[in-house]
């Protein structure tokens, strides 16, 4: 099974600052990681797919990278609906496994 | 609009049975993948079971092989998951989720989860 682990697991932003989210794969997954947000009592939503490409309606300060085992997600300039959960996940193989989440919150 | 909505969740003892239900609207099941992932408390999220859209090909996680079954009625729009011998580590929150592509892959876009407490 494939470990993805992101880090770190809370990361403390101001409004306006930019974040980055690390996510790495115990082995090379190629480009197949998808990011997505989930916001309290909310289902997860899409927002990169194939590392890099924004899905349908993401905002586009929401940019995805890497392949191989690291990939990293960049929120450049933080609205206050960014503040929420990020999970990544590989589908290079079966089981799809999701990374253990970074939490952003207001700083 | 394209929608997914899912039923059948509830409290169950140990050893029981639970089906749930995914009713999708908006397109049709037989152009998508569609996969089961569900959430424990404090846990990360965990891909259940996945089908492709031909449904000739299915997947489950190790943790519920033998145990869990998906299936759907294409005339009903309507994908589930029977589970069986569920254990107190079943209890999450399921949502069903339609793939982007014919091949299970990702979860573009989920439903609003259904509940599953396995106790005693």
């Known amino acids: 099974e494939i470990v993805m682990t992101q880090s770190p697991a809370t990361l403390s932003v101001s409004p306006g600052e930019g974040a980055t989210l690390s996510c790495r794969a115990s082995?090379?997954?190629?480009?197949?990681v998808a990011w997505y947000q989930q916001k309290p009592g909310q289902a997860p939503r899409l927002l990169i797919y194939?590392?890099?490409t924004r899905a349908t309606g993401v905002p586009a300060r929401f940019s995805g990278s890497g392949s191989g085992t690291d990939f990293t997600l960049t929120i450049s300039s933080l609205q206050s609906e960014d503040f929420a959960l990020y999970y990544c996940?590989?589908?290079?193989?079966?089981?799809?496994?999701f990374g253990g989440g970074t939490k952003v919150e207001i700083k | 609009e394209v929608e997914l909505k899912e039923s059948g969740g509830g409290l169950v003892q140990p050893g029981g049975s639970l089906r749930l239900s995914c009713v999708a609207s908006?397109?049709?099941?037989?152009?998508?993948?569609m996969n089961w992932v569900r959430q424990a408390p404090g846990e990360r999220l965990q891909w259940v079971s996945a089908?492709?859209?031909?449904?000739?090909?299915?997947y489950y996680a190790d943790s519920v092989k033998g145990r869990f079954t998906i299936s759907r009625d294409t005339s009903k729009s309507t994908m589930y998951l029977q589970m069986t011998s569920l254990r107190v580590e079943d209890t999450a929150v399921y949502y069903c989720?339609?793939?982007?592509?014919?091949?299970?892959?990702?979860?573009?876009?989920w439903g609003q989860g259904t509940r599953v407490i396995v106790s005693s």
């Open positions: 989720a339609k793939d982007m592509d014919i091949v299970v892959q990702i979860g573009a876009l």
């Open positions: 908006g397109f049709t099941l037989t152009n998508y993948a």
């Open positions: 089908m492709s859209a031909s449904g000739l090909t299915t």
């Open positions: 082995q090379s997954v190629s480009s197949t």
């Open positions: 194939g590392a890099s």
């Open positions: 996940q590989q589908y290079n193989d079966w089981p799809l496994t």
